[in-house]
Nanobody, 130 residues
């Protein structure tokens, strides 16, 4: 069973940046959709960004509120998926989770649906506050 381990969370001021990492226990082949979710206190877990590779081409997906501020990419050699977060706002405060499932979840457009993912990390906290 694949395992995921997030890191890189912390506390920053509005306008600041953080880079989250998701270390994957096996090679990130084209079989997989890797996604970042977040859950703020008292709210539902929501998809933030996802990445899948098909025919050597990376496909990336973002929720509207983070487009232009967040970037997802993967380094297959390091078995790591990254989420670069810039221009952070207080609404970005949440526990951030890495999730994985078959590539079809991404390619079908379901990358943001929590119930589509069966493998989860433990999460890393991001707090944006002045």
């Amino acid at each position: 069973q694949m395992q995921l381990e997030e890191s890189g969370g912390g506390s920053v001021q509005p306008g600041g940046s953080l880079r989250l990492s998701c270390l994957v226990s096996e090679y990130i082949s084209e079989r997989y959709c890797l996604s970042w979710f977040r859950q703020a206190s008292g709210k539902e877990r929501e998809g933030v960004a996802a990445i899948a590779t098909n025919n050597d081409r990376n496909h990336t997906y973002y929720r509207d509120s983070v487009k232009g501020r967040f970037t997802i990419w993967k380094d297959s050699a390091k078995k790591t998926v990254y989420l670069e977060m810039n221009s952070l706002i207080t609404e970005d405060t949440a526990m951030y989770y890495c999730a994985a499932d078959m590539a079809g979840v991404c390619l079908s457009g379901s990358w943001f649906i929590r119930d589509e993912f069966n493998i989860w990390g433990q999460g890393t906290q991001v707090t944006v506050s002045s």
